[in-house]
Nanobody, 128 residues
Framework: QVQLVESGGGLVQAGGSLRLSCAASGRTFSSYGLGWFRQAPGKEREFVAAIIRWSGGRTYYADSVKGRFTISRDNAVNTVYLQMNSLKPEDTAVYYC????????????????????WGQGTQVTVSS
């Protein structure tokens, strides 16, 4: 099982960019699908983006971030990234990375219940 540690959060003005990183331990990193979720104060945790296992040839995004955020993975350094551009105040949240190992086809997991390993989260604050 992998352990996940996020970094890269911070305070940025609207329209700015941040890149989040999620470093994983373990030798089986490439066998996990990876997702980014976020949780704003008083709201439920929501799906942001995901990338499938192995080479990560497919990615998925929430409609609210499509065209602004890009998820990628580098299996050589056991890290998944979330490049966030054109940030908006409504992107303010704690961002979590998560790993899943049970997807076997069909609709890709976008529910947090389908991910079994989580990082501790990193705060992203976008000022207007």
């Amino acid at each position: 099982q992998v352990q996940l540690v996020e970094s890269g959060g911070g305070l940025v003005q609207a329209g700015g960019s941040l890149r989040l990183s999620c470093a994983a331990s373990g030798r089986t990193f490439s066998s996990y699908g990876l997702g980014w979720f976020r949780q704003a104060p008083g709201k439920e945790r929501e799906f942001v983006a995901a990338i499938i296992r192995w080479s990560g040839g497919r990615t998925y995004y929430a409609d609210s971030v499509k065209g602004r955020f890009t998820i990628s993975r580098d299996n050589a350094v056991n890290t998944v990234y979330l490049q966030m551009n054109s940030l908006k105040p409504e992107d303010t949240a704690v961002y979590y990375c998560a790993a899943e190992s049970s997807w076997s086809g069909g609709a890709y997991p976008k529910s947090d219940k389908e991910y079994d390993t989580w990082g501790q989260g990193t705060q992203v604050t976008v000022s207007s």
